[in-house]
């Protein structure tokens, strides 16, 4: 059963969105989804000829972090590396459109990562990826990193959103690091596995399952707090949030005490986002005063409404609202 919650106490954390700000900082993205049909297999091989019905762009990554934190009110600056081309341009543009503060996007000499998806019926066909994931250097990695200190000294909360395309390296973490510790504001961290271990300080450290059994080179066992806490001062971080999925979550936090967050989801029909949505939440629930656990309760009810919609979409705080109500009247 999920923890809970008063309907006061979540009205008003909700209510302290719109004076907060936040600075996301990673690797951002432009999603571009080509839907069609599939009527004939191709005469030049074996694949299937997609007929491209319609074409969407969408923010990706650390953008659509950003998207997210926007959606609930709150003011958000991203940090991000965006190339001199059309995706580039597309990528700002979506942002200034729900307006997230552009002035930290720095412009390098690389490709913007942009994914295609070729969807079918629904269907992904194929994916193609346009990026280069070295870390970025010299003059550039002098702007990221002055971007990155401004955007902190500003923000009251702070997102590592790290999918090992070459912002977060570890001088950039240690500036945002040094930064939200100079001003008290928390940390949330979705890691990969490149940089897994360069986070110790994080306010919430938020793996999903798959990645923190990489990274250690073992399987989880949530049945065993002494193993999980010992995880968790490996990590150096103060709190972990395991991301499980359709089994919701797991907060362990540093006295061993481990907190199951069971999903609130009514229909799952894309979990593409929900990490994202949930990433959100928790730092704009935390700048608010929510405790972790607080946090994640509000997250797992966003995410719960996210992956009943298609594609990475954001949750309005009224939607969160509407599931809490949803759950507390079949609780």
């Known amino acids: 059963m999920t923890p809970s919650i008063s309907r006061a106490r979540l009205d008003a954390l909700l209510a302290r969105a719109p004076t907060l700000r936040v600075a996301v900082i990673g690797d951002a993205m432009l999603d571009v989804y080509l839907r069609g049909d599939v009527e004939r297999i191709s005469p030049e091989a074996p694949v299937p000829v997609v007929r491209v019905r319609d074409r969407q762009r969408a923010l990706g990554g650390a953008a659509n972090v950003a998207q997210n934190v926007a959606a609930l009110g709150a003011a958000c600056e991203l940090v991000a590396a965006l190339g001199a081309d059309a995706a580039g341009e597309a990528v700002r543009e979506m942002l200034i459109g729900i307006g997230a503060d552009p ?63 070459g ?32 986070y110790a300080g994080a306010t919430i450290f938020k793996p999903n399952r798959r990645e923190m059994e990489s990274a250690l080179g073992a399987a989880v066992d949530l049945d065993s707090p002494p193993a999980l806490h010992a995880t968790l001062e490996r990590l150096g971080v103060q709190h972990l949030l395991l991301t499980l999925g359709e089994r919701g979550m797991a907060l362990i936090e540093p006295d061993g005490a ?46 719960g409404v996210e992956v009943g919609k298609l594609g990475a979409a954001t949750v309005s705080t009224s939607e969160v609202v509407e599931a809490y109500e949803h759950f507390a009247a079949g609780a």
């Open 103 to 165: 002035r930290a996007l720095v412009a390098v000499g690389r490709p913007t990562t942009t994914k295609t998806r070729v969807l079918a019926r629904a269907q992904q066909v194929v994916r193609f990826d346009e990026e280069e994931d070295t870390e970025i250097d010299g003059r550039e990695r002098a702007a990221l990193l002055a971007a990155v200190r401004a955007a902190v000294a500003r923000a009251d909360a702070v997102v590592l959103e790290d999918y090992n395309k």
């Open 167 to 198: 912002v977060l390296g570890a001088d950039v973490i240690r500036a945002a690091f040094d930064g939200a510790r100079a001003t008290g504001a928390p940390v949330i961290v979705d890691p990969k596995y490149r940089n897994f271990f360069h």
């Open 258 to 303: 481990i907190h199951r967050v069971p999903t609130t989801a009514r229909a799952v029909y894309d979990v593409v986002g929900a990490g994202d949505t949930v990433t959100a939440y928790l730092a704009v629930m935390l700048a608010a005063g929510a405790t972790p656990l607080e946090a994640a309760i509000i997250a797992n009810f966003a995410a």
